[in-house]
């Protein structure tokens, strides 16, 4: 038993001898995962969605900047990659010189995977030959899918094919990718957090607005079943966005139109049918806004009571009477 003890010690000591210059990867955090990232050729857009049997994984893999690129770092993930590999691409270096000189320069390269892509859909990645089985990429036009701890060698193939062959936004198209990676066998440890992040192909210079879309779940039994549903909400609430929109610019058939979309998506969602029901009343069409009132009202008593207060700041621009018709829905 004590040599055993012994011969164990020795390896460990072995084992972390390898890694002693550089910054331990036991402390960093081991996402390992499937990713993809992608541009698409008509919008400009560019996007990281992943999924892994890790808590929080968009919050160390994804990284992107509009104008830029974006970058996903995983398996024993060296978050610096993906703040460096934006800085790099902005210097003026191309993907796979940014992946070169990172990997380069990182003493635990051989455990990590990396991809980027630039603002020109130009894409590089990297497994190193430590990553743990089964692992690989495929670098293609706009993209590059990767994944680590696998099930098994279909994974990444799948999630090519699935990108390739997917008409859809840049989100939808990389979700696909995903889905198909999941249905192959994904990670070999099961599933657990999954994002998607989305950034413009050029800057305005708030980022606020440069960030499209950058959504996660964090811990869940069916993550990617997840996401699919929240994306569905975030495009529903566009509609809702464009509705807003259409009102401030006097366009009540637009705005009507949008509306009725984002309900359409998602019939039983109050918010949604409240303010719709305030945009009518306030152009004008109270009678049409009544029946929608009394549904929310019905559901949950305290849209009833947020309704006076609308009308103390200005938004909701009825006249005393026409209030309390509203309030007797």
Same mark, same amino acid.
């Given at each position: ?7 164990? !010690?020795?390896?460990?000591? !072995? ?72 800085? !790099? ?226 938004? !909701? ?13």
């Amino acid at each position: 038993m004590q040599t055993r003890k012994i011969f164990i !010690l020795l390896l460990a000591t !072995l084992f972390l001898s390898e890694f002693s210059n550089s910054q331990t990867f036991f402390t960093q955090p081991l996402a390992h995962t499937f990713s993809i990232v992608a541009r698409d050729t008509v919008t400009g857009e560019m996007g990281v969605a992943v999924q892994s049997h890790w808590f929080s994984v968009g919050s160390v893999v994804s990284w992107g900047e509009a104008g830029v690129g974006v970058v996903a770092t995983q398996s024993f993930v060296n978050p610096s990659f993906g703040i460096k590999g934006l800085e !790099l691409l902005k210097k003026g270096l191309t993907p796979q010189e940014a992946v070169d000189k990172l990997i380069a320069e990182d003493n635990a390269g051989d455990v990590r995977q990396l991809a980027i892509l630039d603002s020109k859909g130009r894409a590089a990645a990297w497994t190193g030959n430590k990553c743990i089985p089964e692992a690989g990429h495929i670098v293609g036009d706009n993209f590059s899918v990767q994944a680590n701890l696998m099930l098994n060698d279909k994974i990444w193939p799948a999630m090519a094919k699935a990108y390739k062959e997917t008409n859809a936004p840049l989100a939808e198209r990389m979700l696909a990718s995903l889905i198909a990676a999941q249905d192959a066998g994904g990670d070999i440890r099961g599933k657990q957090s999954a994002a998607i992040l989305v950034v413009k192909g050029t800057s305005t210079g708030k980022i606020w607005e440069d960030r499209v879309i950058d959504l996660r779940v964090e811990d869940n039994e069916e993550p990617l079943k997840e996401i699919e549903r929240i994306l569905k909400v975030y495009r529903a609430y566009e509609h809702m966005n464009a509705g807003d929109l259409a009102v401030e610019k006097n366009d009540m058939k637009k705005a009507m139109e949008e509306y009725n979309t984002a309900q359409k998506m998602f019939p039983d969602n109050e918010e949604m049918q409240f303010w719709t029901a305030v945009t009518l009343a306030n152009n004008g069409r109270l009678e049409d806004a009544l029946p929608i009132f009394k549904s929310v009202f019905t559901k949950n008593n305290n849209w009833k009571i947020l309704t006076p207060r609308l009308i103390k700041v200005g938004q !909701l621009t009825v006249d005393e009477k026409e209030l309390n018709k509203i309030l007797e829905q």
